[in-house]
Structures are given as structure tokens and as C-alpha cells.
């Protein structure tokens, strides 16, 4: 689940993003910071988010978000689905990084690597109200999608995918 603003491509340009282990001191605050906003939203059953242990795993990549100074500012992680599909998961920018075009920025990253892969389809979960988040992923065109998996039936659960072009 991310929350995010307005796009800023000057700030965006200063941004790399690579994929890197969950299991550095930064990322891991990044896990921590996501965690916290999420359950200041939503009650502790409408939280699915996958921790260190689970994004350490075989087939998952993590992407860290990073400034010219080199800061973790923002990450999110791949789940592979099979052949075609995999899901966005524990998408976060932090605070005084949001606004930026560090989301955007991991998407691009995170679609590139997709194609490449053969990949066809990224589906995510975010929450209702993580409307900041919503409007991100539709503006990198996510459209709505009726919950899937673990989601279904879940009140807070808002369901986006994107088909990529190859």
C-alpha cells in the first residue's frame, strides 16, 4: 500500500532504483514506516503486507528507491504469479520524499524489468483509503479490477492491474 502526490519530474530524475536485498537497515525502516501508516488505516486483518523473511524469498525482487545522496526513500516488491502475472506488493515512499515522482519511478523500473521478463499482467492490492495511492497507479495506467485472491471480500481491499505492452 503506498501513498503518494502529485508527479514533480525534476525531483524524479534525481531518483535511482535497482533491486536489492530486503535485509539492510534501510529497507527494513522502509518495511517498518509502510507498516505503521497501513495500520493507522485499516484494522489489523485488512493488513497484507509480507515481511523481511517473505521478500527474502526465491522469485521476489525488491526495489529500493533512492537519491542522489543515496537514502532509501521508497521501495516496493514484485511476487511472481505463475507464468504471465505477478503482483505489486509493500509499495511505500516515505513522508518527506512523496510528491516527488518516486512512485512513478519505481513503476517504470519495476514495468521495464516485467517486460523483460516476459511478464504480461502486474496486479496489486491497495487500500480504499489510500486514494493518493489509487490515483498513482491510474495516472501509470492501473485500471480497477475485482479483488483477487487473498482480497476477495475484504472491505478495505482496492484491486488495480495493468496489462504491459511487449
Same mark, same amino acid.
Given at each position: ?54 521478500? $527474502?524469498?526465491? +522469485?521476489?525482487? &525488491?526495489?529500493?528507491?533512492?537519491? #542522489?545522496?543515496?537514502? %532509501?526513500?521508497?521501495? =516496493? @516488491? ?17 513522508? $518527506?520524499?512523496? +510528491?516527488?515522482? &518516486?512512485?512513478?519511478?519505481?513503476? #517504470?523500473?519495476?514495468? %521495464?524489468?516485467?517486460? =523483460? @521478463? ?49
Amino acid at each position: 500500500m503506498t501513498s503518494t502526490h502529485a508527479r514533480d519530474d525534476r525531483a524524479s530524475s534525481t531518483v535511482s532504483v535497482t533491486v536489492e536485498t530486503p535485509r539492510q537497515p534501510e529497507v527494513i525502516e522502509l518495511l517498518r514506516l509502510g507498516t505503521a501508516f497501513a495500520q493507522s488505516l485499516y484494522p489489523p486483518e485488512s493488513n497484507f503486507l509480507l515481511d523481511v523473511e517473505e521478500l $527474502d524469498r526465491p +522469485g521476489i525482487s &525488491v526495489y529500493v528507491a533512492r537519491n #542522489e545522496g543515496g537514502r %532509501a526513500i521508497g521501495m =516496493a @516488491a514484485l511476487v511472481p504469479w505463475g507464468v504471465a502475472v505477478t503482483e505489486l506488493k509493500r509499495m511505500f515512499v516515505r513522508d $518527506d520524499a512523496r +510528491g516527488q515522482g &518516486v512512485g512513478t519511478r519505481l513503476l #517504470e523500473r519495476i514495468e %521495464a524489468d516485467a517486460r =523483460a @521478463a516476459g511478464l504480461r499482467q502486474i496486479v496489486l492490492e491497495t487500500g480504499t483509503l489510500h486514494t493518493d495511492a489509487q490515483a498513482l497507479y491510474a495516472r501509470c495506467g492501473y485500471s480497477a479490477i475485482p479483488q483477487f485472491g487473498q482480497y476477495i471480500s475484504e472491505k478495505h481491499s482496492y484491486c488495480m492491474a495493468r496489462m504491459l505492452s511487449h
